[in-house]
């Protein structure tokens, strides 16, 4: 079975742009959470979907927002990319949004913003 | 102050050492507690679950005291495999709080 994938792998990007990240879940995970990694720091969160509604937020500007389809898959959106933007954008997923399930994490997003 | 803290290190050992990894926790409200791996520029990856009462998996034992807010992690016999940054992990409700991730670096 397929694990966690995301889309594109790599990305580079202008100061002020916008950016759309994507993530599908594992078969059969009904959540996706979204995770920001800059170099030297452990993954920061950023957003939880469960059944296409938002479960949980973390302390990100609205700059950042997120969906969930109705086949899971998610999208990560970034406006007005400042380059302390830059990071791996991680997402991962589980079976569903109550926490009791262990979350898998796709191989990131790495963006630059310059 | 940062939720979970851990030494950044890096902890440069030679293979067949034993090595202690520690991180504590501000939120009393965690409710489950892990280690995960992180090879470079990959993604985190669960190594183990972390109960009060202590936890062994082969090589790697964890430990975890509430009242203190405190979490450990012991490699013995180090490999060269075992080079990672280990990050430590708490939850609360469903959200994850990752620690800045200790390196280890074991050496021939």
Known sequence: DAGVTQSPTHLIKTRGQHVTLRCSPISGHKSVSWYQQVLGQGPQFIFQYYEKEERGRGNFPDRFSARQFPNYSSELNVNALLLGDSALYLCASSLDGTGTYEQYFGPGTRLTVT | ?108
């Not at chain 2, 972390?50 to 090589?59: F, H, I, M, P, W």
């Open chain 2, 1 to 108: 102050r940062k939720e979970v803290e851990q030494d950044p290190g890096p902890f440069n050992v030679p293979e067949g050492a034993t090595v202690a990894f520690n991180c504590t926790y501000s939120n009393s409200a965690s409710q489950s507690f892990f280690w995960y791996r992180q090879d470079c520029r990959k993604e985190p990856k669960l190594l183990m679950s972390v109960y009060s009462s202590g936890n062994e998996d082969g090589r790697f034992t964890a430990q975890l005291n509430r009242a203190s807010q405190y979490i450990s992690l012991l490699i013995r016999d180090s490999k060269l495999s075992d080079s990672a940054t280990y990050l430590c992990v708490v939850k609360a409700g469903n959200m994850l709080t990752f620690g800045g991730g200790t390196r280890l670096m074991v050496k021939p």
